[in-house]
């Protein structure tokens, strides 16, 4: 009865929605469709994206922003207390881009088939790819990551990697520079701003800290880096 109360209730909006995008509703009264821009969300909706699908949705109470890059299944999930919506996002498969606002009273969890990963105020990527486990790429703030075998924990922070493995395996290393110069790529596909290039703090691919100074950067995609400075 809980559970159907709560999933009466709309948590989230669709914003932005490119390619094909497959909704599946929790009430089983409704059919499947595809998804639209303003589409309202609910407890335990299902978000499938095809081959060049893509959606950014974000929750009511605070704006926290999720984005679903192609080939990804999700579950959106949320209890309302209080005006606030206890967040939790059940990832298949596929890449997210999270920017979850700071200050938020509840607890916003992401799980995976490996993994549980609770946030509060961060942005980061998550690529979720079954028997290859999970990696979770910092952006900023902190999300204590937990092998859902072994239940060990670490904590991703900005410019670090975090590997998650079936087998029990956790790792934690630097961001390594062309990783996150091809998840941008997809933001660039999906019609996203490109906002994260590296900078300071980041490895190239011999182990060494990434420049500041992007010229001597090359990539196979084509693209114009520019850099503001105070």
């Known amino acids: 009865l809980t559970s159907s109360i709560f999933s009466s209730e709309t948590i989230g909006l669709v914003i932005k929605q490119k390619g094909n995008v497959d909704y599946v509703p929790y009430d089983k009264n409704k ?20 081959k060049d699908g893509f959606t950014k949705f974000v929750y009511l109470d605070d704006g926290s922003a999720i984005k679903v890059h192609k080939n990804s299944e999700v579950y959106v999930q949320g209890d309302v207390e209080k005006r606030n919506i206890v967040k939790q996002i059940n990832v298949s498969t596929g890449k997210l881009k999270l920017d979850v606002k700071r200050g938020q009273l509840t607890e916003f969890k992401i799980t995976t088939p490996t993994s549980v990963a609770s946030i509060k105020g961060t942005r980061f990527w998550i690529d979720v790819n079954g028997e290859k486990g999970d990696i979770f790429y910092g952006l900023s703030g902190v999300v204590e990551i937990i092998n859902s075998v072994t239940g060990k924990k670490v904590n991703l922070t900005e410019n670090t990697t ?45 182990g060494s800290l990434f420049e500041d100074d992007l010229n001597n950067t090359t990539t196979n995609s084509n693209q114009i880096i520019i850099e503001l400075k105070n």
Do not use: Y
């Open 31 to 50: 059919k499947n469709k595809k998804l639209n821009i303003s589409e309202s969300l609910f407890n335990q909706d299902l978000i499938k994206t095809g």
């Open 162 to 206: 975090v590997t998650s493995l079936p087998d029990g395996k956790l790792t934690i290393r630097k961001t390594v520079s062309k990783e996150l110069m091809q998840l941008e790529i997809l933001e660039e596909e999906a019609g996203e701003p490109i906002n994260d290039m590296p900078n300071n703090g980041f490895e190239d691919d011999s």
